[in-house]
């Protein structure tokens, strides 16, 4: 079964930076997108950036220019770096991929933005 494993959420400062990373492992098809959510307490899951398998990347407005997400094909994984960070990215961060045998999402990892 295909599964997700995302890592490198944390606690990290007002304009620190962290890198998240999401694995997908298991008997996964072609993957057409991979991409992060995430949700912060009150507010609905939001898209953050996604990259096509044609190379095709989008960004949220509040995190164009800070944010860059990236992939390793090889790998089956996708990178979130994240920079510059502010406490309005607090929140709970979820990799998606979308595969030609169907839709999956990681178990979600925390990054809270504090002093």
């Known amino acids: 079964q295909v599964q997700l494993v995302e890592s490198g959420g944390g606690l990290v400062q007002p304009g620190g930076s962290l890198r998240l990373s999401c694995a997908a492992s298991?008997?996964?098809?072609?993957?057409?997108?991979m991409a992060w959510y995430r949700q912060a307490p009150g507010k609905q899951r939001e898209l953050v950036a996604l990259?096509?398998?044609?190379?095709?990347?989008n960004y949220a407005d509040s995190v164009k220019d800070r944010f860059t997400i990236s992939r390793d094909g090889a790998k089956n994984t996708v990178y979130l770096q994240m920079n510059s960070l502010k406490s309005e990215d607090t929140a709970v961060y979820y990799c998606?991929?979308?595969?030609?045998?169907?839709?999956?999402w990681g178990q979600g990892t925390q990054v809270t933005v504090s002093s």
């Open positions: 998606h991929i979308i595969a030609t045998s169907g839709s999956y």
């Open positions: 298991g008997s996964i098809s072609s993957i057409n997108v």
């Open positions: 990259i096509s398998s044609g190379g095709n990347i």
